[in-house]
């Protein structure tokens, strides 16, 4: 799911860090070889955050109920205005960052609130409870010697 991510904002960012000359032909001079290894990090590290809220909701309705689908559904349900207000706060901040003239600070922030903001819609609310649902009880699966 990180791939989707990492997709999306680079995506953006060679869009961003190129600029289209006068006839048409596209300079990738200002392109900073930093800002994938940088943006990685950081939405990375926010996306952890997120995903942290929703699993430990769920695994606390799961160790209360036993039941998978009722534990996905709550987790969600508790948890998804606290990750849609974090992510949109997230993405106003670093959106404000494509206000620069600065190119690389630019291609950042678009970066960061392109990611989070597909990490908030597309794969906390969708892909992972989709995914949980269908996995079922092997989503608490572990070996005997972890247990």
Same mark, same amino acid.
């Given at each position: 799911?990180?791939?989707?991510?990492a997709?999306?904002?680079? &995506?953006?960012d060679?869009?961003?860090?190129?600029d289209?000359n006068?006839?048409?032909?596209?300079?990738?001079?200002?392109?900073n070889i930093?800002?994938?290894?940088?943006?990685? &990090?950081?939405?990375? &590290?926010?996306?952890?955050? !997120?995903?942290?809220? %929703?699993?430990?909701?769920?695994k606390e309705? !799961?160790?209360?109920t036993?039941?998978?689908? #009722?534990?996905?559904?709550?987790g969600?349900? !508790?948890?998804?205005s *606290?990750i849609?207000s $974090? =992510? $949109?706060?997230?993405i106003?901040?670093?959106? =404000?960052?494509?206000l620069?003239?600065?190119?690389?600070?630019?291609?950042?922030? %678009?970066? *960061?609130? %392109? $990611? *989070?903001?597909?990490? =908030?819609?597309?794969? #906390?609310?969708?892909?992972?409870?989709s995914t949980?649902?269908l996995? &079922?009880?092997w989503?608490w699966?572990?070996?005997?010697?972890r #247990?």
């Amino acid at each position: 799911m990180d791939q989707l991510k990492a997709s999306s904002e680079f &995506g953006v960012d060679s869009g961003t860090g190129s600029d289209l000359n006068h006839d048409g032909r596209v300079n990738i001079d200002d392109f900073n070889i930093l800002l994938p290894l940088v943006l990685f &990090g950081v939405v990375f &590290g926010l996306s952890m955050d !997120y995903e942290v809220f %929703l699993l430990t909701r769920i695994k606390e309705i !799961y160790d209360e109920t036993g039941d998978n689908s #009722r534990s996905v559904v709550e987790g969600l349900e !508790y948890t998804g205005s *606290i990750i849609t207000s $974090a =992510a $949109a706060l997230m993405i106003i901040v670093t959106g =404000a960052f494509a206000l620069t003239s600065i190119i690389f600070m630019k291609a950042l922030g %678009l970066g *960061i609130a %392109l $990611a *989070i903001l597909v990490d =908030a819609t597309l794969i #906390r609310t969708i892909l992972v409870p989709s995914t949980m649902h269908l996995m &079922g009880k092997w989503n608490w699966w572990m070996p005997g010697v972890r #247990r």
